[in-house]
């Protein structure tokens, strides 16, 4: 994967730090609903510029000069999402720049793969097929920007019409690649795109810790030892968190992938990557508003240490953790065709801890969900030792037999090197 690629990506990960800034300044449940359809649209986004980036070299060319445009589209796109939902009235200017960035972005890509497909036509004509769905999804992101204020005698139907018509577009872009299937498509490289998967994956986690940091005011406030064990908690959480996926289960779907050819490929790589995998994200993102609500009231001096938890953030907490195993879960029956009996019992305690997590204090519910996930770890490690040791050799083995193969192909550059020392 170039660098320029993660370039973009990291761009493209701002959004999610948006979308937990711009959810958190008021959790409601219409704000939370607003925030996933925001996030959905966006990782569709993702999704599109994964498939051409297969097909594309993004650092080659004249494609970086393109994909400046499309990165300073996704970055208007990113500052006007606290305006998606807002009052009309005061936030005209915000929803019509993001349907004018989500438009400049699809074309950008629509342009690149119109480019490198010229040499099959078969590979154009299929493109046409999927320009409807950008054309009606831009109307109808752009007919929601347009709604006016008020619709018969107040707001409220306004809004619903607005969210009717965000939802709309979801449900456009998803069952659009549902319905295509995966007739006429193909992944050329297999370690791309998981590669791309896996990376933002992990730039989502650590957006997180940034987003609890920032939004828990830990920056703000004199360093505390309460506030010091809760950052800890809630690094160990998140480490775990992503050890959950990458120890075992991410290089495991890795080999599938990769055994995987044809239209099976291209099938797999639409329903573990693009679609479960979005799952996973927006659980990142609730668990993240959850765990910035608990660190507050942990830094918080007004608030006794020993005063039960308040608010959304131990449902948020919990809830987005349950989300996010459940749609690691979702990822391992795609690709491994099996379901662990250590994560549908961990997403079972989870729920039933929530009832006691509400009566703790919030350093005490932070810990105890620390605790539920170190544990799974711990388990899985004894549980599944040889086979975590078998996989991982082998991914090691593979992984060797690369390095000495890239080490011999660039031992050619010292053979016609001249003996003289430099000067």
């Given amino acids: 994967m170039g660098r320029f690629e993660v370039f973009?990506?990291?761009v493209f990960v701002f959004s999610f730090f948006i979308i937990t800034r711009a959810t958190a300044?008021?959790?409601?449940?219409?704000n939370l609903l607003h925030g996933l359809l925001v996030l959905a649209v966006l990782w569709w986004v993702w999704v599109v510029h994964t498939v051409v980036a297969t097909r594309v070299r993004i650092g080659v060319g004249f494609v970086p000069a393109l994909m400046v445009v499309a990165m300073a589209a996704l970055f208007c796109f990113a500052l006007s999402l606290p305006q998606a939902f807002g009052d009309p009235t005061r936030t005209a200017t915000g929803p019509v720049v993001i349907a004018i960035s989500y438009l400049v972005i699809r074309c950008t890509h629509l342009l690149l793969y119109w480019?490198?497909?010229g040499e099959r036509p078969g590979e154009r004509r299929l493109l046409l097929k999927y320009s409807p769905e950008l054309a009606l999804s831009t109307l109808l992101l752009l007919a929601a920007a347009l709604i006016p204020p008020k619709m018969g005698d107040g707001t409220g139907r306004a809004q619903l019409v607005r969210d009717a018509l965000w939802l709309g577009v979801v449900l456009l872009q998803y069952s659009g690649g549902l319905v295509a299937g995966a007739w006429g498509w193909t992944v050329t490289s297999a370690e791309h795109w998981v590669e791309r998967y896996d990376l933002i994956l992990i730039i989502a986690l650590g957006e997180s810790i940034i987003s609890v940091g920032v939004g828990g005011n830990l920056l703000g406030e004199p360093v505390t030892w309460p506030a010091v064990a809760?950052?800890?908690?809630?690094?160990?959480f998140t480490a775990a968190l992503w050890w959950s996926h990458f120890d075992v289960i991410a290089p495991a779907a890795r080999i599938t992938q990769?055994?995987?050819?044809?239209?099976?490929?291209?099938?797999?790589?639409?329903d573990a990557y693009a679609y479960c995998e979005l799952v996973m994200i927006a659980g990142i993102i609730v668990f993240a508003l959850g765990a910035e609500e608990i660190v507050r009231q942990v830094a918080d001096r007004a608030i006794s240490l020993a005063e039960p938890t308040h608010g959304p953030g131990v449902a948020l907490l919990f809830g987005g953790v349950i989300g996010y195993f459940c749609g690691d879960m979702l990822f391992q029956l795609r690709t491994l065709g099996t379901l662990s009996w250590t994560r549908v019992g961990t997403v079972l305690v989870l729920a039933a801890t929530i009832p006691l997590a509400m009566h703790l204090p919030a350093l005490a519910a932070l810990g105890l969900l620390t605790a539920i996930c170190i544990g799974l770890v711990a388990v899985e490690m004894a549980v599944m030792a040889d086979a975590r040791r078998a996989l991982l050799a082998a991914v090691f083995e593979e992984r060797t037999t690369y390095e000495k193969y890239e080490a011999a192909w660039r031992a050619r550059w010292h053979e016609d090197a001249p003996n003289e020392k430099p000067r």
């Fill in 25 to 30: 300044v008021n959790i409601t449940g219409a």
């Fill in 230 to 236: 809760a950052a800890v908690l809630g690094i160990f």
């Fill in 115 to 117: 480019h490198v497909a």
């Fill in 8 to 10: 973009f990506d990291l």
């Fill in 258 to 270: 990769h055994a995987a050819q044809g239209r099976q490929r291209v099938a797999m790589a639409r």
